[in-house]
Every structure is written in structure tokens, then in C-alpha cells.
């Protein structure tokens, strides 16, 4: 499943491309997981899960445009310019959850790291004030990830998750 298409991003300028999934209710069964609520029988640790990515295209060391915050309910925000790091050196997120800090853990990776689902390059914690340091050790296309969960029930679900991506080219 894809959605395709084509647009011109401006070159003298950071464009974030953004998306969000709409949220979906999971649950745990005999079977594993699957796309169900509480109510369906033998489901177990039912949740809402939504998801968030942001991709930072034509970043340039003078644009201050890739520290934007786009309002995404769980959002990174780099507040080091990607444009201007290289490998050996440390990029600076900041996550935010409803517009507020977070701390959390940080896992970051590079495109052709590894094939396995779930791998990652890098693994830090994040700071109280929601800042964390990711070691950028290759050139290429970064990802970083992040992941919240909150209480929060509803009719269908008894806890709510968000999970977000970064993605971002190291030159």
C-alpha cells in the first residue's frame, strides 16, 4: 500500500514532507496481534496507535527551515541543522509530545544498515528538557525514530501509542 506522486520542491529552501496515519485500535489474541478492539474475544492489551513522519528535503546549511514544528501530536524536531553534519558527529533532536517536551528513548538508523525489521544503528535516551544526541556514523539517508504511550481509554482500547520518524540525508 502507496501513495504515489510527483511535486517540485523548492531548491533554496528546507520543504518537509509530512504524514500521518490515522490511528487504528490493536490488540493482543492467541493468534498475535491483530486489527481489533477490547471487544472481540480473547483480546488482550488493546490500544490506539497513530503514526507520524517528517522528511526534510533540500535542507541547506544557511535555512533555518528544518527546525520547523509542524504540530503533529508526537513530533522530532531537529535543532541541529542536518545540512551541516557528517559523519563523526552528533545531531540534535528535540521530541515533543502535544507541543511539550518529552524524554524518551531515541533509536536512529541509516539506509542499508541492516535488512532486519527493527534494527537500528543508534540508541540514546533523551533528557529531561526532551533533547537527545544522535551519533551520525555514515552518510546517507537517516531515520529517527521515537515512540510514546500514555494512558488514555476509550470504548475500544485501554492506552494510547504514537510513534514518529524523522528522515533526513546526511551528505
Known amino acids: ?12 529552501a528546507t520543504f518537509i514532507v509530512t504524514g500521518a496515519r ?4 490493536w490488540a493482543t489474541t492467541p493468534e498475535g496481534l491483530k486489527q481489533i478492539t477490547k471487544k472481540t474475544a480473547a483480546a488482550s492489551n ?10 526534510l528535503v533540500n535542507v ?3 535555512d533555518a527551515g ?13 535543532l541541529t541543522n542536518p545540512a551541516t553534519v557528517r559523519p563523526g558527529d552528533e545531531l540534535t533532536v528535540k521530541i515533543l509530545f502535544k507541543g511539550q517536551p518529552l524524554t524518551t528513548n531515541v533509536y536512529a538508523t541509516y539506509d542499508g544498515f541492516s535488512k532486519e525489521e527493527n534494527t537500528y544503528a543508534y540508541y540514546t535516551e533523551g533528557h529531561k528538557d526532551g533533547t537527545a544526541k ?3 556514523t555514515n552518510q546517507g539517508l537517516w531515520m529517527v525514530r521515537v515512540q510514546h504511550t500514555a494512558p488514555e481509554r476509550g470504548e475500544d482500547y485501554d492506552r494510547y501509542v504514537a510513534r514518529a520518524v524523522l528522515l533526513f540525508e546526511v551528505k
Open 1 to 12: 500500500m502507496a501513495y504515489d506522486g510527483r511535486l517540485t520542491a523548492p531548491s533554496s
Open 22 to 25: 490515522l490511528p487504528q485500535i
Open 46 to 55: 488493546p490500544y490506539k496507535i497513530e503514526k507520524f513522519a517528517k522528511a
Open 60 to 62: 541547506t546549511p544557511a
Open 66 to 78: 528544518f527546525s520547523a514544528v509542524i504540530g503533529d501530536t508526537l513530533e522530532i524536531v531537529p
Open 134 to 136: 544522535v551519533k551520525i
